[in-house]
């Protein structure tokens, strides 16, 4: 398979509550105004960026019966996230890990961290 801009993030997995999110440049607004003036930033540890890929959620404790009339191979359950791939989050920096992919920053960040969603679509 050949890599290109658009499938290179395919083979990353996100792992349960986790979030791969592109950090925005400091002086970038969105297109519904939101903008963190680089003072806020600095001061209070929070960044911002758009979601490019989030975890299946927080795992369901499997029951501990034994049910034998259930098939031997259950999946794993998941609660899903609130937060959604393309939308732009505030986070707090300070819980997030920085990591760089083929070049480019990103942060992996826990759905615990993000204080804010912005979500691009009709409500």
Known sequence: MR???DNRL???IIIGDRLLIKP???DE???SGLYLPPGVKEKEKVQQGYIIK???GYAIPMPVEDEPWKAE???IKYLPLQAKEGDLAIFLVGAATEVMY???KYFIVPQSAILMLER???L
């Open 10 to 12: 395919k083979k990353l």
């Open 102 to 104: 083929e070049g480019d």
């Open 73 to 75: 191979e259950e999946k």
């Open 24 to 26: 925005t440049r400091p």
């Open 120 to 122: 691009e679509e009709d």
């Open 29 to 31: 607004k969105t297109a």
């Open 3 to 5: 890599i290109t801009p």
């Open 54 to 56: 989030a975890g299946p």
